[in-house]
């Protein structure tokens, strides 16, 4: 079965990444999501670990992580707020820092740190008011504003601009409190008029659960999203590709709301098989999982190193969306040797960044259909593991472009 066969669940790949967490997005906020670096970013009296997501009247949503496209730059002389408004309640005891904030440019992030890109991190007129200001007299002109990452010299097109927002890296100023909260972005000019402005709400979860992020800690932090391929090319084996790369954080269930922020437990010897895997092995998937179209995600139980859907746990599935009439896409785990590349502590692809945020990375690599346009494969894991009834909880979306 390919994946235009289930076209109800096709449909709803991009909306599934927005959909658990924002609601009443307007203006250059598309969204604000959990953070990649957290496994409790969005959970009601928990630490706020998020990203908050842009977009453009051109480019809404996803359409704005296009490394074609350029980000948002701040005018020299201006600023930009960020607002954490009802919903997150402020720790006096947090100092505004580098640690609490990342301006990034693109997902998964490549973050600008503020010593090596010009800006500035200060508290605004309201203890809940981020300000970022320019320390350069020219600003930071959107077109030049890149990067530092080792690996994103190496990336085929550059993110440019500012394109999230990560609060929480390492500290939280603030905690999530009652059912959601409201965040507001605004760009400022030399003037103090506003020139961008928008804002969104974002749904707390009263209980945690296992998260699915972008990742770019393998290849030096070099973008696995957004990438090009031939009808037919597999990303991950074709000369001058990289593998998707995915992050995994199990629920906290068992740590306080207060301590949940130092929840670090990764997903481990998780991978995916794909809808051609599962039919040569003559597996049908049961009712509650039909909306998987591309394939199911599974946890290695027995510890043989292979995934077998009537052995081992399943944890998720894979929701595809591809250009219409397209055949031949497949997502499945990297096959390293014949073997499935399962997922492993993030330590084992960075041994700086792996450590402090926890959690395992896992390699999938894509074959690319028949047919040009955008391919969006959208990882979904169950609200609840032990129980495939219970739905989608965490969920994010790659972006392959076929030429």
Same mark, same amino acid.
């Given at each position: 079965?390919?994946?235009?066969?289930?076209?109800?669940?096709?449909?709803?790949?991009?909306?599934?990444?927005?959909?658990?967490?924002?609601?009443?997005?307007?203006?250059?906020?598309?969204?604000?999501?959990?953070?990649?670096?957290?496994?409790?970013?969005?959970?009601?009296?928990?630490?706020?670990?998020?990203?908050?997501?842009?977009?453009?009247?051109?480019?809404?949503?996803?359409?704005?992580?296009?490394?074609?496209?350029?980000?948002?730059?701040?005018?020299?002389?201006?600023?930009?707020?960020?607002?954490?408004?009802?919903?997150?309640?402020?720790?006096?005891?947090?100092?505004?820092?580098?640690?609490?904030?990342?301006?990034?440019?693109?997902?998964?992030?490549?973050?600008?740190?503020?010593?090596?890109?010009?800006?500035?991190?200060?508290?605004?007129?309201?203890?809940?008011?981020?300000?970022?200001?320019?320390?350069?007299?020219?600003?930071?002109?959107?077109?030049?504003?890149?990067?530092?990452?080792?690996?994103?010299?190496?990336?085929?097109?550059?993110?440019?601009?500012?394109?999230?927002?990560?609060?929480?890296?390492?500290?939280?100023?603030?905690?999530?409190?009652?059912?959601?909260?409201?965040?507001?972005?605004?760009?400022?000019?030399?003037?103090?008029?506003?020139?961008?402005?928008?804002?969104?709400?974002?749904?707390?979860?009263?209980?945690?659960?296992?998260?699915?992020?972008?990742?770019?800690?393998?290849?030096?932090?070099?973008?696995?999203?957004?990438?090009?391929?031939?009808?037919?090319?597999?990303?991950?084996?074709?000369?001058?590709?990289?593998?998707?790369?995915?992050?995994?954080?199990?629920?906290?269930? $068992?740590?306080?709301?207060?301590?949940?922020?130092?929840?670090?437990?990764?997903?481990?010897?998780?991978?995916?098989?794909?809808?051609?895997?599962?039919?040569?092995?003559?597996?049908?998937?049961?009712?509650?999982?039909?909306?998987?179209?591309?394939?199911?995600?599974?946890? $290695?139980?027995?510890?043989?190193?292979?995934?077998?859907?009537?052995?081992?746990?399943?944890?998720?599935?894979?929701?595809?969306?591809?250009?219409?009439?397209?055949?031949?896409?497949?997502?499945?785990?990297?096959?390293?040797?014949?073997?499935?590349?399962?997922?492993?502590?993030?330590?084992?692809?960075?041994?700086?960044?792996?450590?402090?945020?926890?959690?395992?990375?896992?390699?999938?690599?894509?074959?690319?259909?028949?047919?040009?346009?955008?391919?969006?494969?959208?990882?979904?894991?169950?609200?609840?593991? $032990?129980?495939?009834?219970?739905?989608?909880?965490?969920?994010?979306?790659?972006?392959?472009?076929?030429?």
């Amino acid at each position: 079965m390919t994946w235009n066969r289930v076209i109800v669940a096709s449909g709803l790949a991009l909306g599934l990444m927005f959909a658990p967490h924002a609601a009443n997005a307007d203006g250059i906020v598309g969204s604000v999501v959990n953070s990649p670096l957290s496994a409790s970013g969005l959970v009601r009296d928990a630490r706020v670990g998020i990203n908050i997501w842009l977009q453009s009247d051109a480019d809404p949503g996803l359409e704005f992580m296009d490394p074609n496209v350029i980000g948002y730059g701040i005018a020299s002389g201006g600023r930009i707020e960020i607002e954490l408004g009802s919903g997150f309640e402020r720790d006096p005891a947090v100092v505004l820092t580098q640690k609490t904030l990342m301006v990034v440019t693109g997902t998964p992030q490549q973050g600008m740190p503020e010593k090596a890109v010009g800006y500035a991190i200060s508290e605004g007129d309201t203890p809940n008011t981020i300000v970022i200001s320019p320390t350069k007299d020219e600003g930071l002109p959107a077109e030049s504003l890149m990067s530092p990452a080792p690996g994103s010299k190496d990336d085929p097109v550059r993110q440019r601009g500012i394109k999230v927002f990560h609060i929480g890296l390492l500290e939280s100023p603030f905690i999530n409190r009652g059912e959601s909260g409201t965040v507001s972005v605004r760009f400022y000019d030399a003037a103090g008029s506003v020139i961008h402005q928008g804002s969104a709400a974002a749904n707390f979860l009263g209980t945690p659960a296992p998260q699915v992020q972008p990742n770019n800690f393998p290849d030096k932090q070099r973008s696995h999203n957004w990438q090009t391929a031939a009808p037919g090319q597999t990303l991950g084996k074709a000369p001058g590709t990289l593998p998707i790369s995915f992050m995994l954080y199990d629920a906290p269930k $068992d740590v306080a709301p207060a301590e949940m922020h130092t929840a670090k437990r990764g997903l481990l010897g998780v991978g995916v098989l794909s809808t051609q895997q599962l039919a040569a092995m003559e597996y049908e998937k049961p009712p509650a999982l039909g909306r998987y179209n591309g394939g199911l995600i599974l946890q $290695d139980s027995n510890g043989d190193g292979r995934l077998d859907p009537k052995l081992d746990r399943i944890v998720g599935g894979v929701i595809g969306k591809a250009p219409a009439g397209a055949s031949g896409q497949e997502l499945r785990s990297l096959d390293t040797h014949g073997a499935a590349d399962l997922s492993k502590p993030s330590s084992a692809y960075h041994p700086k960044f792996g450590p402090i945020f926890g959690g395992a990375v896992g390699l999938l690599q894509f074959t690319a259909g028949d047919k040009p346009g955008a391919y969006r494969p959208t990882l979904a894991l169950l609200k609840d593991p $032990d129980d495939i009834e219970s739905g989608d909880g965490s969920t994010y979306t790659f972006t392959i472009m076929v030429r």
